[in-house]
């Protein structure tokens, strides 16, 4: 009870504002003040990475010089956070409570992080980071309590449009002045993997001087990181975009993956395309849990020109090559069905 009242009139001290911040918001907050309670949510890893790093560097200018690092993972027992917000610094210092949580529900822990939120303990401050939120989290009593007791960053992926401004921004920040197409190239190369972005420009400022860097130069330096998965792989075709489905196609390769892994996800495709054409012929609507993306339904509108029956039969043909039932390579196969999935027909056949 005697710390339920410390906590409380520490709360008080506060406002109960609605603070929701960004990444690019967060920096200019944390120049005005600095929170008792922070949640770092999102699925981008090197952007969430960088916020928390961002708000423990202004706890530690601010005197918070000790920390508690917990990792929340099956069977975490919340009782040592809250043993720890209990007790005191043996120095009497100001301490960082650092909770991990990639799962981004706490179960039982739930009502601890908020009631460490709504009322702080003297001295500490609680950063919580774990990954995207469901849905229904969103609304749970001890997100809000962030949102209005302390503050909530929510990291939001850099779409593929935005990614060549990130990389010239980031680029510049290292004395690097990048030209639109290099920024281009670099975008495509590591598209879907900031992380690998970031490597790519950290190793050009190690091997270049500051300075304007064009395409060519680019070039010469940076090696292909793209991680792409199976999933953009198949939106791709769906969308009518070969160019960058077979691109996807080659980057799988090139790590690795398995080839009936992406035979898979492409069968899912066209086995999704097949039913939302048959359910068209027929006049039935989807039940609204099953309402096609949007790729499906740009495949949909060029189904007149896309040949659903040679789709089958070179998923099929993809089959036995991967199983050694028919010669040839699978991977050309595979490229085959993509393109014409994607509706290109100019494609040499595979053997």
Same mark, same amino acid.
């Given at each position: 009870?005697?710390?339920?009242?410390?906590?409380?009139?520490?709360?008080?001290? +506060?406002?109960?504002?609605?603070?929701?911040?960004?990444?690019?918001?967060?920096?200019?907050?944390?120049?005005?003040?600095?929170?008792?309670?922070?949640?770092?949510?999102?699925?981008?890893?090197?952007?969430?990475?960088?916020?928390?790093?961002?708000? !423990?560097?202004?706890?530690?200018?601010?005197?918070?010089?000790?920390?508690?690092?917990? %990792?929340?993972?099956?069977?975490?027992?919340?009782?040592?956070?809250?043993?720890?917000?209990?007790?005191?610094?043996?120095?009497?210092?100001?301490?960082?409570?650092?909770?991990?949580?990639?799962?981004? $529900?706490?179960?039982?822990?739930?009502?601890?992080?908020?009631?460490?939120?709504?009322?702080?303990?003297?001295?500490?401050?609680?950063?919580?980071?774990?990954?995207?939120?469901?849905?229904?989290?969103?609304?749970?009593?001890?997100?809000?309590? %962030?949102?209005?007791?302390?503050?909530?960053?929510?990291?939001?992926?850099?779409?593929?449009? !935005?990614?060549?401004? &990130?990389?010239?921004?980031?680029?510049?920040?290292?004395?690097?002045?990048?030209?639109?197409?290099?920024?281009?190239?670099?975008?495509?190369?590591?598209?879907?993997?900031?992380?690998?972005?970031?490597?790519?420009?950290?190793?050009?400022?190690?091997?270049?001087?500051?300075?304007?860097?064009?395409?060519?130069?680019?070039?010469?330096?940076?090696?292909?990181?793209?991680? %792409?998965?199976? %999933?953009?792989?198949?939106?791709?075709?769906?969308?009518?975009?070969?160019?960058?489905?077979?691109?996807?196609?080659?980057?799988?390769?090139?790590?690795?993956?398995?080839?009936?892994?992406?035979?898979?996800?492409?069968?899912?495709?066209?086995?999704?395309?097949?039913?939302?054409?048959?359910?068209?012929?027929?006049?039935?609507?989807?039940?609204?849990?099953?309402?096609?993306?949007?790729?499906?339904?740009?495949?949909?509108?060029?189904?007149?020109?896309?040949?659903? +029956?040679?789709?089958?039969?070179?998923?099929?043909?993809?089959?036995?090559?991967? $199983?050694? !039932?028919?010669?040839?390579?699978? &991977?050309?196969?595979?490229?085959?069905?993509?393109?014409?999935?994607?509706?290109?027909?100019?494609?040499?056949?595979?053997?």
């Amino acid at each position: 009870m005697r710390h339920a009242r410390q906590w409380r009139g520490a709360a008080s001290l +506060g406002t109960l504002a609605l603070v929701k911040l960004s990444a690019d918001s967060l920096s200019s907050h944390l120049a005005r003040e600095l929170k008792s309670a922070y949640l770092v949510t999102g699925d981008e890893p090197l952007l969430a990475a960088e916020a928390a790093d961002a708000i !423990r560097r202004r706890a530690r200018e601010s005197g918070y010089t000790e920390r508690r690092v917990f %990792f929340v993972e099956r069977g975490f027992d919340w009782n040592n956070l809250r043993a720890e917000s209990q007790s005191l610094s043996l120095f009497a210092e100001r301490r960082v409570l650092d909770v991990r949580m990639p799962g981004g $529900k706490p179960g039982d822990g739930a009502e601890l992080l908020q009631a460490l939120t709504e009322n702080p303990p003297p001295d500490q401050l609680l950063l919580v980071s774990c990954g995207k939120l469901e849905r229904q989290t969103l609304q749970s009593g001890w997100v809000k309590a %962030f949102e209005q007791s302390g503050a909530w960053v929510q990291i939001w992926p850099i779409d593929t449009d !935005r990614l060549p401004d &990130w990389i010239a921004a980031r680029m510049r920040s290292r004395g690097l002045v990048a030209d639109p197409a290099a920024a281009a190239l670099l975008a495509e190369r590591a598209e879907g993997n900031l992380l690998a972005a970031q490597q790519e420009i950290d190793k050009l400022a190690l091997l270049v001087k500051p300075g304007p860097v064009d395409a060519a130069m680019l070039s010469q330096v940076v090696a292909d990181s793209a991680r %792409f998965d199976v %999933f953009q792989l198949g939106d791709a075709a769906l969308r009518g975009d070969a160019r960058r489905a077979l691109r996807i196609l080659d980057g799988l390769r090139g790590e690795g993956v398995e080839a009936t892994l992406v035979l898979w996800a492409v069968n899912r495709e066209v086995r999704a395309l097949r039913q939302h054409l048959s359910q068209e012929r027929s006049g039935r609507s989807p039940p609204a849990w099953q309402r096609p993306h949007p790729a499906l339904l740009a495949a949909a509108q060029r189904a007149r020109n896309l040949p659903v +029956g040679e789709l089958v039969r070179l998923a099929v043909r993809a089959d036995r090559t991967i $199983k050694g !039932r028919n010669a040839g390579d699978p &991977w050309d196969v595979l490229a085959l069905l993509i393109a014409r999935l994607a509706g290109v027909r100019s494609l040499p056949d595979a053997a």
